[in-house]
């Protein structure tokens, strides 16, 4: 994975827990979970980053 991609995933993780804390302050309930949505995306983009990480090891 390209440390871009990290990056990028690392900070759509920060981006969704600071929407998340900021739907927790206003009791916004949509805010929260547009929030955790961001950080499950996150989350996917680097375990398939690493999947393809991986993949090129055993290739290489």
Partial sequence: MSLKD???A??????GKLQEA??????DPKTQS???QK???AR???T?????DE?????D
Avoid: C, F, P, S
């Fill in 22 to 27: 900021a739907g927790d302050l206003t009791g």
């Fill in 55 to 59: 993949a090129k090891k055993i290739v």
């Fill in 39 to 41: 950080q499950v995306e």
């Fill in 44 to 46: 996917v983009r680097h």
């Fill in 48 to 52: 398939i980053e690493d999947v393809k």
């Fill in 10 to 15: 690392t900070a759509k993780n920060i981006e």
């Fill in 34 to 36: 547009e929030g955790k």
């Fill in 6 to 8: 990290r990056v990028k």
